[in-house]
């Protein structure tokens, strides 16, 4: 009884602690904005089994990420036996759970196998983190505090299956030189059992009774320790991950304020109507920690600063300052910086810190490409973009504070609908001398023709002269197949995905609306665009607008053609010639389009070397995030630089690229290295109209 008196005191005190901090926890996301609803479950309980419990995205890193993957699948199995450990010291039973028979027999041995597996395993993470230099443990936000952080928390979690299995094993002998009877199997303990053969009975019993304490101890030690270490995600990953955002990785979340806001502006009748009394003042974008919403404040608390989102983020690859980590780390920081304070003064307190600027530099989020590299690469599904984005919001909308450049541009879209000062009569110069007619929208309208498909030819189609080739091949391939397109012509303006993804939501959105009037003048319902940007928004985010299309990317509907026999293309078209092909961020990570690009260029050679980083871990080009419209952060390297390469590093004679901005890049990118002679960059629809010989 004593045992059992003593027992409940200290699960007491370890739920009173826990649910102590917790609650100070809760309170803090009191003063978070709101988030997204929280819908669709059966699809979020999918991917929760699926990342969370399948472990896939930590099987990234093969090998490391299955010694994670046993640690994971190790908890999961011993937390039944912690349960039945709480259980047998509330009612001073033993083996309380035995009556389950096989299941128990089962589970009891997955345990003590899996508590051998996750000591050998705790075992390789200390000597990464102690004895090696592993690029992702280190950085400015990982202070020696963080590296003491998770030395103590491995440490607990060794000594955890050391006297998990040390239990195990007093448990087997006792019972063994008792000749009581063994209720579940031990694969493991009954070995070391075996090798105090001159241990008495009463000796495996104190050994059973000091390793059960020292267990249970260490269990509630270690519940109460995890909130204020970086092993919180023990508590928080699989939740964080039920609540991932649903949305492809390219999309942006749209601001709802703005939205009334723009919509107000661009209805005559309402724009000298006044708010509401009631209405709060809304502040625009992420200043300070209680500006993000509950899922961003969730996401820090989740993040294990492991690093997988530093490791592969282009900026920080090449020397900047920005670090998605770091990013998530200061959110949790500056939360518990200041939340307590909030607490006590209420959630308008300000102690003339902030968030931005004072964690996290200007410098920092502009340096941003808006890859999703980050979010792509976390295990537990984290979106740093999402955050990053709201930050520049917050400079662009509140401060009108932005580099020069992105203002230039700014101006641009607003006065000529396009990111550079070209008069929206130039629009249609790429047409000049293509060879044939180029349908426009408002000249088929007038002779009562309705064209399937709209042509979005985009700004760099219209305007960039290397860029122009890329439309006139593709356009001369949809006449060559008789599609039937139009396009807009000096109806034509920009998307507003250069504005959104430098912060200037409200001109984004304005923009947007423009083109969403446009369309619905001429009731387009699919639309066709080479360029990913404008696919990705079209797509992903005017939506949100009430501009819903069938939106394909030009790469699917000519792998389409392909594969259905309407478009044969000559395999000895490239002479030979190896081809290397560059994923587009908004295409492939954006929007999982990956298999398409590689049919294609496999329709026109067997030679397609991939470069060291492919698909979903490809390298940005560097250009995105409005990066192409402004020079890039000091560095150790450009990123085009880097990226180009990769390119390189394959010794193919094409780099094939689908994307205005990644091929602007690239072709700088050769031209730094000298080497623009001996490597082409030609973008599919290149090779396929060198192919077709048109």
Not at 345 to 368: K, T
Not at 453 to 480: E, M, P, Q, S, T
Not at 662 to 689: F, P, S
Request: aromatic share 12%.
């Amino acid at each position: 009884m004593v045992k059992q008196i003593v027992f409940a005191a200290l699960l007491l005190l370890t739920f009173g602690v826990f649910f102590y901090t917790v609650s100070r926890l809760i309170k803090f996301f009191s003063f978070t904005r709101a988030g997204f609803p929280v819908r669709d479950i059966g699809n979020r309980f999918r991917i929760m089994l699926k990342v969370a419990f399948g472990q896939t995205k930590i099987f990234r890193k093969p090998v490391i990420g299955f010694f994670h993957a046993l640690v994971f699948w190790g908890f999961c199995i011993i937390i039944f036996g912690s349960i039945e450990m709480v259980i047998d010291g509330l009612a001073g039973t033993d083996r309380a759970l035995k009556f389950l028979g096989p299941i128990y027999n089962f589970i009891i041995a997955s345990g003590d196998i899996f508590a051998l597996l996750v000591a050998i395993s705790i075992l390789i993470f200390l000597a990464r983190r102690t004895l090696f230099h592993i690029g992702r443990f280190e950085g400015i936000e990982m202070k020696k505090r963080s590296h003491i952080d998770a030395n103590i928390a491995l440490s607990l979690i060794l000594l955890l299956m050391i006297s998990l299995l040390a239990m195990n094993t007093g448990y087997i002998g006792r019972q063994i030189s008792s000749e009581g009877e063994i209720y579940g199997y031990y694969p493991v303990s009954r070995i070391s059992a075996g090798l105090f053969p001159g241990l008495s009975t009463n000796g495996f019993i104190m050994m059973y009774e000091i390793s059960w304490w020292t267990h249970i101890l260490l269990i509630f030690i270690f519940a109460n320790y995890l909130p204020y270490s970086k092993h919180f995600h023990v508590f928080m990953s699989v939740p964080n991950v039920f609540l991932s955002r649903l949305e492809p990785l390219g999309k942006l979340v749209n601001m709802e304020n703005i939205t009334r806001e723009v919509k107000l502006m661009m209805n005559p009748e309402t724009a000298y109507s006044a708010a509401p009394a009631d209405t709060p003042p809304e502040r625009f974008g992420v200043r300070d920690a209680e500006d993000a919403t509950w899922k961003n404040y969730f996401d820090s608390l989740s993040c294990t600063e492991c690093g997988r989102c530093t490791s592969v983020c282009p900026a920080n690859i090449t020397g900047k300052k920005l670090s998605p980590r770091k990013i998530m780390m200061d959110l949790r920081a500056r939360m518990k910086e200041k939340g307590p304070l909030m607490i006590k003064n209420g959630r308008d307190f300000n102690d003339n810190r902030s968030l931005l600027r004072d964690y996290i530099s200007v410098e920092e989020l502009w340096a941003c490409t808006t890859c999703n590299a980050c979010a792509q690469e976390c295990p537990i599904n984290i979106n740093h973009p999402s955050l990053i984005v709201d930050m520049r919001r917050y400079l662009v909308l509140e401060e009108a504070s932005a580099p020069g450049e992105l203002k230039g541009i700014f101006s641009n879209i607003e006065n000529n609908g396009a990111p550079w000062q070209y008069p929206a009569e130039d629009r249609l110069n790429w047409t000049k001398e293509i060879g044939f007619e180029v349908p426009v929208m408002a000249e088929m309208t007038a002779r009562g023709e309705k064209p399937e498909y709209l042509f979005w030819v985009g700004c760099a189609g219209a305007f960039d002269d290397r860029y122009k080739k890329v439309v006139r091949a593709f356009a001369g391939i949809l006449n060559h197949l008789g599609i039937s397109y139009g396009i807009l012509g000096q109806e034509e303006t920009c998307t507003g995905d250069p504005a959104r993804r430098a912060g200037n939501e409200m001109l984004f959105q304005m923009q947007a609306l423009q083109v969403i009037e446009i369309l619905a003048g001429y009731s387009v319902k699919k639309i066709i665009t080479t360029c990913p940007h404008c696919f990705n928004t079209f797509m992903n985010e005017y939506p949100d607008l009430g501009g819903k299309y069938e939106v394909v990317s030009y790469l699917q509907l000519l792998d389409k053609f392909i594969k259905e026999g309407k478009l044969s293309l000559n395999r000895g078209s490239l002479k030979g010639k190896a081809v290397t092909y560059h994923d587009p961020c908004y295409l492939g990570r954006g929007n999982d389009i990956y298999s398409e690009p590689r049919s294609i260029i496999g329709s026109m050679t067997g030679n397609l070397v991939e470069m060291r980083r492919n698909r979903s871990f490809a390298l940005c080009c560097g250009a995105g995030g409005s990066q192409m419209f402004k020079e890039a952060e000091p560095g150790e390297k450009e990123i085009f630089i880097e990226r180009t390469e990769d390119a390189l590093e394959t010794k193919a004679g094409i780099i094939a690229t689908a994307c205005p901005f990644c091929m602007t890049m690239l072709t700088d990118g050769l031209k730094y290295k000298n080497r623009e002679e001996e490597v082409e960059n030609l973008d599919i629809a290149e090779l396929i109209a060198l192919s077709i010989g048109i």
